[in-house]
């Protein structure tokens, strides 16, 4: 690639530019940045994609500036929302923002030459008190401006506070900010950004006289028409508390053919020779998922690491591979522990280890695996029920002497139905 901004057209990742915007990045080493507010203590796989921005910004050369909105956090950004987001306060802001910045460092090189850096605009603004605002700021963009924004004209229907209409004055000024005191000249972000990135460009004008650029990336769609980054459980986290290895693993293997041609090139690092050869050799045999499994490593590897990645090939196997007794009795405890965030899973006492097998899946207080003990016999006939990998060949099983670390128990009955038993 000849520079950062060729690098994005081939990879479909940009939405809009400002004029020169490509003549100035093609001709600079710059200073650019993207905000984040800390409304989560997690980043998400919606979040990647400016994330990514950010990394090839660095790798060809320029400083990349992260901003956590210690301030914008409080108020609430109204762009792609229907109604009023609901507050925050400081002490889950500030516990936010320490948890979001342990994950940029998964991504970018905060160290040695066009190091990245993290700024918090609470900083420059916890001593701004609002008269000051509005003279330095407020006075130079009028309202008929700040009216023609979408995010703001999407909202005049249903309604729209003070507080969220000067929101993108907010963010305006933290361009001004950075432009004035970290030398940054282009500020990134999503499509849905782009009235507010403007209105930065706007202010450094007026302000300053001086120069500033801005750049979007599309709105990534699934082919469809979900929305990317949502599952039957919600988001998906990059934090493994909130979404396991195993079930971010399991979210890049699971893409259809069409977005996984998309999503190689928006999220993975290889070049572009690379994936257009991993795109060919997909396209001659779907049916090996080249492109799913190549991005499901190297995603899963980059937000977690190379165990967690293991791990998540290994509940992979066990669940949906022609695995034995003998593959699963060879897990670690780690992967073991995985199968239970993968899994329906129940926990029984010791004490219950003392039921007869058929009283145990059928009649616990509990939980109750079969309906009756004539559906469980049934199920053994017809070789319909398998514990740890095994199929189970009689009514008299034994588990107290089967549970692999003495504690875990994976039951199966048919192909897929599953339950994982942990004995405390």
Sequence with gaps: MKNFVDELKWRGMIHDMTPSTDSFLSKNKTVGYIGFD????SLHIGNLVQIMTLVHFQKYGNTPIVLIGGATGMIGDPSGKSKERNFLDVSTIDNNQKKIKLQFEKFLKFSGDNAASIVNNKTWFENFNLLDFLRDVGKNININYMMSKESVKNRLESGISFT?????????????????????????GGSDQWGNILTGNELIRKVTNGESYALTTPLITKSDGGKFGKTEDGNVWLDPEKTSPYKFYQFWINISDEDAVNFIKIFSMKNKNDINELIKNHQKEPHLRLLQNSLADEITQTVHDKNSLNVAKSTSKILFGKSTRDDFYALSEDTIKSISTAVPCVKINKTDLGKDFKTLLTESSDFKIFSSKSELIRMIKNNGLMINKEKVKDDQYDISSNLHFKKYLLLQKGKKNYTFIIVE
Excluded at 38 to 41: L, N, V
Excluded at 164 to 188: A, H, M, P, R, S
């Design 38 to 41: 800390p409304t989560a203590d």
């Design 164 to 188: 969220e209409f000067t929101y993108q004055l907010i963010q305006g000024f933290d361009f001004l900010w950075l432009w004035e005191n970290k030398n940054v000249k282009i500020q990134f």
